[in-house]
C-alpha cells in the first residue's frame, strides 16, 4: 500500500520563475493538503483541497495556487518566485473529516 | 500564524531517560495531534487526543491535554537512540475544521 508520494525530491530553481510540485495521496484517502516548512520551523498551512476545490486557505499570498485531480492526486504552483519561497513542501493526505494526516517527504525547494 | 508552541525548544537526555515535551495552544481546540519529524523528512502521526479526553496511551507514549489550561504534554518512556528526531504538536481549531497548525517543535537527542 503506497503512502503519500511527491515529485520531485529536490528542485533549484531562479528567482522569478515558476514550479509545479506534485503530489499522490496515500490510497484510499480523498483529501490532500500543503505545508511550507523553512529550515528550523513547524510546517506553515498553505491549502487544502477536497473534491477538486480548496476548501481552506493559510495566509499565503495569490502566487500559491493548486489543483486536485478526479484521482485525488494534486499540484502545488507557486509562481515569480522569490529568496523566502526556499523551503521544504511537504504533502499530506488525509480522508475527509477531521483524521490525522499521511505526510510525503517533501519536495526541497531552493531558489537562488 | 502558529497556534501550539512547543516547550522547551530543543532536549538532551541518556538512553532509557524520559522525555517530556509541552504543547501551549491559544484558542478552542477540537484535537490536538502530535506528529514526529525524522531530519527534514515527512511527518509521521503519533497520537491523536480529542478536545474531551485528559489522557490517552500508545504503546511508549503517553500524552496529556488539560483544555483550562490550553496545554497539553507528550512523555516518551524509556526513551532510545532511534528515538531522537523533531516532536511537533499540531491543533485543529474549532473555528477552523480544516487547517492543521503547527507549533515550531521540539529537537529531541537520546544520547545512546
Known amino acids: 500500500d503506497a503512502g503519500v508520494t511527491q515529485s520531485p525530491t529536490h528542485l533549484i530553481k531562479t528567482r522569478g520563475q515558476q514550479v509545479t510540485l506534485r503530489c499522490s495521496p496515500k490510497s484510499g484517502h480523498d483529501t490532500v493538503s500543503w505545508y511550507q516548512q523553512a529550515l528550523g520551523q513547524g510546517p506553515q498551512f498553505i491549502f487544502q483541497?477536497?473534491?477538486?476545490?480548496?476548501?481552506q486557505r493559510g495566509n499565503f499570498p495569490d502566487r500559491f495556487s493548486g489543483h486536485q485531480f478526479p484521482n485525488y492526486s494534486s499540484e502545488l504552483n507557486v509562481n515569480a518566485l522569490l529568496l523566502g519561497d526556499s523551503a521544504l513542501y511537504l504533502c499530506a493526505s488525509s480522508l475527509v473529516g477531521n483524521s490525522p494526516l499521511h505526510f510525503g517527504n517533501g519536495t526541497r525547494l531552493t531558489v537562488t | 500564524s502558529q497556534q501550539g508552541e512547543e516547550d522547551p525548544q530543543a532536549l538532551s537526555i541518556q538512553e532509557g531517560e524520559n522525555a517530556t515535551m509541552n504543547c501551549s495552544y491559544k484558542t478552542s481546540i477540537n484535537n490536538l495531534q502530535w506528529y514526529r519529524q525524522n531530519s527534514g523528512r515527512g511527518l509521521v502521526h503519533l497520537i491523536l487526543?480529542?478536545?474531551?479526553?485528559r489522557e490517552k496511551h500508545s504503546g511508549r507514549l503517553r500524552v496529556t491535554l488539560d483544555t483550562s489550561k490550553k496545554s497539553s504534554s507528550l512523555l516518551i518512556t524509556a526513551s532510545r537512540a532511534a528515538d531522537t528526531a523533531s516532536y511537533f504538536c499540531a491543533t485543529l481549531r474549532m473555528d477552523s475544521s480544516y487547517k492543521l497548525i503547527f507549533g515550531s517543535g521540539t529537537r529531541l537527542l537520546v544520547r545512546p
Open positions: 483541497y477536497y473534491e477538486e476545490e480548496e476548501r
Open positions: 487526543i480529542r478536545s474531551n479526553e
